[in-house]
């Protein structure tokens, strides 16, 4: 879940933070968006009741429309040089990202760009959320 909830707009969920440190109750946003408390609950406490920060990219990672110039590059049947001259990037870049999402007949960018924002996210919870053993956090009600 974090910063990117399933049935949430972006702007929904920064209105949700926004008010929550605001010091609205779970049950008022729960209203406010025509959710269910316990889901309200749920979303607040994966991040131990702080705002998750939300993901920019980096300048040195690749961006969708890079890969997606990758995978033009593939199928019009351009060198792995090639292509990284257009996009201005090492050649062994493009060659590790054609290598690690299928190689040049399977290559699919937006595959790829989906794969390396799974790979980006951190694995581990919230330390403010395994501080108790339940990982509930008082919530406020």
Known sequence: M???????????VIELWDGYQAGQ??????RRFGKRQASMYQRIQVSGGIRPTIP???PR???LEEREEISRGLAAGDSLRQIAVRLGRPASTISREVAANGGRSRYRA???DRSAIEHRKRPKRCKLAALTPSGWIGLGA
């Open 2 to 12: 974090g910063w990117r909830s399933s049935n949430l707009t972006p702007e929904q």
């Open 25 to 30: 109750t779970v049950s008022q946003l729960a």
């Open 56 to 58: 920019i990219r980096a």
């Open 61 to 63: 990672h690749l961006t």
């Open 110 to 112: 937006t595959a790829a």
